[in-house]
């Protein structure tokens, strides 16, 4: 597998908005997920106003709010988009050189090579999921945490903060919380998305901060921009 210029971990709302527009702009990207069938796929349907020009926005269609219908349409532009390549595995750890990150390993087995790794693994380190009286570990309904990677982080001396987080019972789901880490405030730079301790390392999302659908696709456009800028 050829290296990336940007390679985006986690293929929920902020992840693909910054993996979208970088592609948009030339940006040779990989953006990796545990799941395809998980793409951009919300809990509830996304509500405007979305931030302008944003995948969020051309996603969204208010004659048809069906998730998957929703998650579909966000699939099918991200794979229409010629500079990304959306890809289906599991990241275990980083790839070092130094004290930089060229890239990720993966429990598939091939090495995944990247000038600038992003992390958007959202409420997937170190989770735990909760129905009643059931617990399993995983970041959301029917889907695996990283515990692999979750573990790398740790030995590599990153710190993390508990959060919690609940989903609402619907019509064909039940509800249930989640507790799992994120990032440290000290471990992360909000101007630059960086996480401190290694160069070439970013973070965006869940895992360093909390919020709805909107405040994810905005903060994935801001990541964009600035490794827009950093790339030149």
Not at 38 to 53: I, T
Not at 116 to 138: D, H, K, N
Not at 202 to 230: K, N, T
Request: charged share 25%; aromatic share 10%; glycine share 10%.
């Amino acid at each position: 597998m050829g290296a990336y210029q940007v390679l985006i971990v986690g293929a929920g709302f902020a992840g693909s908005e910054a993996a979208y527009r970088l592609a948009r702009e030339g940006v040779r990207v990989g953006l990796l997920t545990q799941s395809l069938d998980s793409v951009m796929m919300p809990f509830l349907p996304p509500r405007p106003p979305f931030p302008e020009g944003s995948l969020l926005e051309r996603a969204y269609d208010p004659a048809d709010e069906r998730l998957w219908a929703f998650h579909a349409r966000a699939k099918y532009l991200l794979e229409a988009e010629r500079n990304l390549h959306l890809f289906q595995a599991t990241a275990t750890g980083l790839l070092l050189e130094g004290h930089g990150v060229v890239g990720v390993s993966t429990w598939e087995g091939p090495p995944v090579r990247a000038e600038r790794v992003v992390l958007a693994v959202g409420s997937f380190l170190g989770a735990r999921l909760r129905i009643g009286e059931v617990e399993e570990e995983a970041g959301r309904l029917s889907e695996a945490s990283y515990p692999d990677l979750f573990q790398h982080l740790l030995a590599l001396g990153f710190r993390f903060l508990e959060r919690e987080g609940e989903v609402p019972e619907t019509p064909t789901t039940p509800g249930y919380r989640v507790r799992y880490r994120a990032f440290h405030p000290e471990e992360w730079e909000a101007a630059t998305f960086r996480l401190l301790r290694l160069e070439g390392l970013y973070a965006l999302g869940l895992c360093v901060r909390e919020g709805d659908y909107a405040l994810m696709s905005q903060e994935g456009l801001r990541l964009a921009e600035h490794l827009l800028h950093e790339l030149g």
